[in-house]
Each structure stands twice: as structure tokens, then as C-alpha cells.
């Protein structure tokens, strides 16, 4: 029995990756099909993917031409599988005509004709595009705009702050079509908001965006009450529009590998997580901003709730507090089987790690993890230790710019990777917090 490989994205599967996977399959008569994850893609520079790795397999499964798939999960792998597999022959395209000669030490390479005149960047590009507007233009915006450049389908076209001088700025230094003089007139001319103004107009400016059919994409922290979140995400579905959270941390390579890892049981069952994060700001700004609650805490839960779920039985509190504003702010979280805390601070420095404990082993993530790139898996037996390394390209935003972009484009009610149960929770316990619910003072 001949036994062919072949690999690609199959991003928008089209003719063209039909017509490969035919012709791959008459090579032989056992078809593998290699299908890259999500990540792999990522580090190997395909940022503008439109599928997701489950519906790029669902895709080449239903041309019903593989007789196996397999994930292509990292670099050097072709070579494993083809001696896993006992592979005959590795089939690709013509683009790849010479790159991949060095497998020929294993099976034999065929490159087969590409079909002319189709390519998923061609259709990605017949996608229509995302006009975006900005509500605030500090410096959170800036990088915003900066990282949009990276996603495709998507531009930020025009701009809105009540200081009418930060705003020409701003369009000025991105090069905006359009400066707007008021709320209105920025929602006539975008489909799509992001809203980075400060925290305690998020709720207001959302509801506006989403009472005008506009799609959401609001910075942290979302809203402090309950009642809020649950107005603004009913309006989003009434208005059946995207209503998402811009926590970066939730959408970058590392945390979501490291999200799949640990459900896999890589380190036994969870029983606890430890994770901080701090930014010493002057006593002006603090108050600006609100405090180390809501200047951070929405970071620090996201692996609590990502791993433990929504069903805490109770949470307490520890704070110094200055002036009104906690400066520090220790939580720890009670679930039935598992417990969790979290530091943040403002006024108070803390290591911004992270450290996931199981029944095997434990996950360390160094400081910031919540910008990573990087995490070990440590077991009792240090033979077994081992790193993981991920892109965490410019500053991170870019992934959740694609996600957002993905949803309004194509999957208006698809998966997104922060859940509105998860968003809920942690604006659950922002409230708690603001009702001074098992509150202790330092
Ligand atoms: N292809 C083709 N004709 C097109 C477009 C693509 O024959 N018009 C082929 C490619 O040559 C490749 C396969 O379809 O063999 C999958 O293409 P992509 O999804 O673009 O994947 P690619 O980036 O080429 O990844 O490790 C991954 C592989 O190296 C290939």
C-alpha cells in the first residue's frame, strides 16, 4: 500500500486545495492530510487565518478525500510523521517546488501543480472590510491602531475624545480618514467600535454603539455592576451584534495553549492557582483610574475562571486602602475542590507571575505571564520539565483584533475564547468588591 502526506492551512478551503488533495490522493492509496493549529500558524507568520483549526479539519474532512487527518502542530514535524506513518510519499503544491528536497532522506517528494488563479489571500481580501471607529485616543488606542495594521479586513477610519485637540491629534498621527466633532458623528461613519475611553464610561458609550446596530469591542475592565454587563449583552442580542471584551491576555498564543494544555490534565488535577499583577502609579492617577481592582483584577481572574469555571462558593478580600482607592488587594476564591488567589496592586509591588499546582506537577509563567510568550511544566522528576515558546508578536493586541474582526466578518454567533459566563463572573466579583462583600482592610 502506497501512503501519501500532504499538509497545508485549508484557510477559506477553495478549488484549488480540492484539487491538490485529488491529486495527492491518485499518488497513492492512503491519504494523510496534515491540518496546521491555529498556533503553528501563528509562528510560522500566517496571522490572517479565517477558520479556526477545527473548521479548517471539518473542511478537508468533508471533501471526504482523507482517509486520516492529523494536526501539524509544530516545525520538524513532517519529518516525525513521516516515520510514524510509514510514509511513501509527501505530496505539496508547486509554491513549495524545492523547499522541501531535504525530506526526500525519508519518502519521496512530489510537488503537483498549484491551480492557477485562487488562493485564500484572494479571497480573503474579496471579505469586506471592518470600518472601525475609536472612542478614546490615549495611549492604550495608540498601540491599538498600530496593531490593527497587522490584521487584514479590517481599518480604523475614524476617531472620537471630547478633547477635540487629543483627537485631531490622533487622526493626524495615524493618518485617519476622518476626525469625528461628536459621538453621532463617529457612529455615522463605522460598522465596528472599540471603546478604550475611560473605565467608567464604558457603559454608556457600549450601549450607545449597540442601541445604533454597532459591533463592540470594549477595553477593561467591561463594567463594574452586573445589571450592566446583563443591559448591554441582551442589547447585543437583540441588535444581534458582537459585543466582546478586549483582555489581551485571552487571545494570545501562550495563554491559550497553555489553557488546552492544563484541560488536557498535563498536570493532574488543578488545586491551585496563585497569580498577581502591579503597576505602581502615582496617587493622582490611582484615582483616575479607580484602584488595583479595576485597574488589574480582570487580568488576574481570567485563569482562575478559565480553569475553575464561574462556581466560586465565596470570595474574600484583603485591601490597603488609600484616599478611597485600594492600592493592594490580595482575593482569594473557595471552589469546592480548589482554591485561588490573586494580588494586585497600584500602590504595593508585587512579582507578576503565575503558578498553576496540580496533583502531577505544576506551570510556572514568569513575569508578566499575562503578556507570555514563554511557560515551563515543572514535575517532581526535573527529566521531565519542559518549556513551551510561543509568538507574542509587537504588543499582543493584534490577536484580539483578529478575533473580533473573524466574529463580525464571518461568525456572528461562533465560540469566542472569553465567554459572556466568564465575563459575567468576573464583573460578579468587581461587584462584590464595590458592596465591600467580605471585605477586610489592611
Ligand atoms: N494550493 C494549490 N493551489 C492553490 C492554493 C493552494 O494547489 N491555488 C495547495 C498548496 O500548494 C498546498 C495546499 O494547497 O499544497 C494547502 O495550501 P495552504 O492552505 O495555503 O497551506 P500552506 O501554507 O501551503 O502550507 O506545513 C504546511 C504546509 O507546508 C503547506
Given at each position: 500500500m502506497t501512503r501519501v502526506i500532504t499538509y497545508g492551512t485549508y484557510d477559506l478551503f477553495h478549488q484549488g486545495h480540492y484539487n491538490l488533495l485529488k491529486r495527492a490522493k491518485e499518488l497513492g492509496d492512503y491519504l494523510i492530510v496534515g491540518v496546521t493549529t491555529d498556533n503553528f500558524d501563528l509562528e510560522r507568520?500566517?496571522?490572517?487565518?479565517?477558520?479556526n483549526v477545527m473548521e479548517r479539519i471539518e473542511a478537508v474532512r468533508a471533501t471526504?478525500?482523507?482517509d486520516q487527518i492529523v494536526i501539524e502542530e509544530y516545525k520538524g514535524q513532517k519529518i516525525d510523521d513521516i516515520l510514524k506513518y510509514n510514509v511513501n510519499i509527501f505530496a505539496i503544491g508547486s509554491d513549495w517546488e524545492g523547499y522541501f528536497d531535504y525530506l526526500k532522506e525519508f519518502c519521496e517528494v512530489v510537488y503537483l501543480p498549484r491551480t492557477q488563479g485562487i488562493s485564500s489571500t484572494l479571497l480573503r481580501e474579496e471579505r469586506p472590510t471592518v470600518n472601525l471607529g475609536i472612542i478614546g485616543t490615549g495611549s492604550i488606542a495608540r498601540r491599538f491602531v498600530s496593531e490593527s495594521e497587522?490584521?487584514?479586513?479590517?481599518k480604523v477610519v475614524v476617531s472620537y475624545n471630547p478633547n477635540q485637540d487629543e483627537n485631531k491629534k490622533f487622526c493626524q498621527d495615524f493618518g485617519l480618514i476622518k476626525v469625528a466633532d461628536s459621538l453621532d458623528d463617529l457612529f455615522d461613519s463605522c460598522d465596528s467600535v472599540y471603546i478604550a475611553s475611560p473605565f467608567n464610561t464604558h457603559y454608556g458609550y457600549c450601549k450607545h454603539a449597540l442601541l445604533l446596530g454597532k459591533h463592540v469591542l470594549c477595553e477593561t475592565p467591561f463594567v463594574l455592576r452586573k445589571q450592566e454587563a446583563d443591559e448591554l449583552y441582551q442589547l447585543a442580542e437583540e441588535k444581534q451584534k458582537i459585543l466582546m471584551v478586549a483582555l489581551k491576555t485571552a487571545y494570545c498564543p501562550a495563554f491559550c495553549h497553555l489553557f488546552s494544555l492544563l484541560k488536557s490534565g498535563i498536570i493532574g488535577e488543578i488545586v491551585e492557582i496563585n497569580t498577581s499583577s502591579s503597576t505602581i502609579q502615582e496617587e493622582n492617577a490611582s484615582k483616575q483610574h479607580g484602584g488595583s481592582m479595576v485597574e488589574h483584577a480582570c487580568f488576574t481572574m481570567l485563569p482562575v475562571i478559565k480553569l475553575f469555571g464561574v462556581n466560586y462558593r465565596n470570595i474574600n478580600f484583603y485591601s490597603k486602602t488609600y484616599n478611597g482607592i485600594d492600592l493592594f488587594t490580595k482575593a482569594v476564591f473557595r471552589y469546592d475542590h480548589a482554591v485561588a488567589s490573586f494580588q494586585v496592586g497600584t500602590g504595593v509591588k508585587t512579582e507578576g507571575n503565575l503558578v498553576i499546582s496540580g496533583t502531577k506537577g505544576y506551570v510556572y509563567v514568569p513575569a508578566?505571564?499575562?503578556?507570555?510568550d514563554y511557560f515551563e511544566v515543572r514535575y517532581e522528576d526535573q527529566n521531565k520539565n519542559k518549556k513551551f515558546f510561543y509568538p507574542f508578536v509587537g504588543e499582543g493586541l493584534r490577536y484580539e483584533i483578529k478575533d473580533f474582526v473573524s466574529s463580525v466578518i464571518s461568525n456572528p454567533k461562533g465560540t469566542s475564547k472569553l465567554t459572556k459566563n466568564e465575563i459575567m463572573c468576573m464583573v460578579n466579583v468587581q461587584e462584590q468588591y464595590l458592596k465591600k462583600e467580605n471585605l477586610f482592610e489592611l
Amino acid at each position: 500500500m502506497t501512503r501519501v502526506i500532504t499538509y497545508g492551512t485549508y484557510d477559506l478551503f477553495h478549488q484549488g486545495h480540492y484539487n491538490l488533495l485529488k491529486r495527492a490522493k491518485e499518488l497513492g492509496d492512503y491519504l494523510i492530510v496534515g491540518v496546521t493549529t491555529d498556533n503553528f500558524d501563528l509562528e510560522r507568520g500566517k496571522m490572517n487565518t479565517c477558520n479556526n483549526v477545527m473548521e479548517r479539519i471539518e473542511a478537508v474532512r468533508a471533501t471526504g478525500l482523507a482517509d486520516q487527518i492529523v494536526i501539524e502542530e509544530y516545525k520538524g514535524q513532517k519529518i516525525d510523521d513521516i516515520l510514524k506513518y510509514n510514509v511513501n510519499i509527501f505530496a505539496i503544491g508547486s509554491d513549495w517546488e524545492g523547499y522541501f528536497d531535504y525530506l526526500k532522506e525519508f519518502c519521496e517528494v512530489v510537488y503537483l501543480p498549484r491551480t492557477q488563479g485562487i488562493s485564500s489571500t484572494l479571497l480573503r481580501e474579496e471579505r469586506p472590510t471592518v470600518n472601525l471607529g475609536i472612542i478614546g485616543t490615549g495611549s492604550i488606542a495608540r498601540r491599538f491602531v498600530s496593531e490593527s495594521e497587522n490584521v487584514t479586513n479590517v481599518k480604523v477610519v475614524v476617531s472620537y475624545n471630547p478633547n477635540q485637540d487629543e483627537n485631531k491629534k490622533f487622526c493626524q498621527d495615524f493618518g485617519l480618514i476622518k476626525v469625528a466633532d461628536s459621538l453621532d458623528d463617529l457612529f455615522d461613519s463605522c460598522d465596528s467600535v472599540y471603546i478604550a475611553s475611560p473605565f467608567n464610561t464604558h457603559y454608556g458609550y457600549c450601549k450607545h454603539a449597540l442601541l445604533l446596530g454597532k459591533h463592540v469591542l470594549c477595553e477593561t475592565p467591561f463594567v463594574l455592576r452586573k445589571q450592566e454587563a446583563d443591559e448591554l449583552y441582551q442589547l447585543a442580542e437583540e441588535k444581534q451584534k458582537i459585543l466582546m471584551v478586549a483582555l489581551k491576555t485571552a487571545y494570545c498564543p501562550a495563554f491559550c495553549h497553555l489553557f488546552s494544555l492544563l484541560k488536557s490534565g498535563i498536570i493532574g488535577e488543578i488545586v491551585e492557582i496563585n497569580t498577581s499583577s502591579s503597576t505602581i502609579q502615582e496617587e493622582n492617577a490611582s484615582k483616575q483610574h479607580g484602584g488595583s481592582m479595576v485597574e488589574h483584577a480582570c487580568f488576574t481572574m481570567l485563569p482562575v475562571i478559565k480553569l475553575f469555571g464561574v462556581n466560586y462558593r465565596n470570595i474574600n478580600f484583603y485591601s490597603k486602602t488609600y484616599n478611597g482607592i485600594d492600592l493592594f488587594t490580595k482575593a482569594v476564591f473557595r471552589y469546592d475542590h480548589a482554591v485561588a488567589s490573586f494580588q494586585v496592586g497600584t500602590g504595593v509591588k508585587t512579582e507578576g507571575n503565575l503558578v498553576i499546582s496540580g496533583t502531577k506537577g505544576y506551570v510556572y509563567v514568569p513575569a508578566p505571564w499575562w503578556r507570555t510568550d514563554y511557560f515551563e511544566v515543572r514535575y517532581e522528576d526535573q527529566n521531565k520539565n519542559k518549556k513551551f515558546f510561543y509568538p507574542f508578536v509587537g504588543e499582543g493586541l493584534r490577536y484580539e483584533i483578529k478575533d473580533f474582526v473573524s466574529s463580525v466578518i464571518s461568525n456572528p454567533k461562533g465560540t469566542s475564547k472569553l465567554t459572556k459566563n466568564e465575563i459575567m463572573c468576573m464583573v460578579n466579583v468587581q461587584e462584590q468588591y464595590l458592596k465591600k462583600e467580605n471585605l477586610f482592610e489592611l
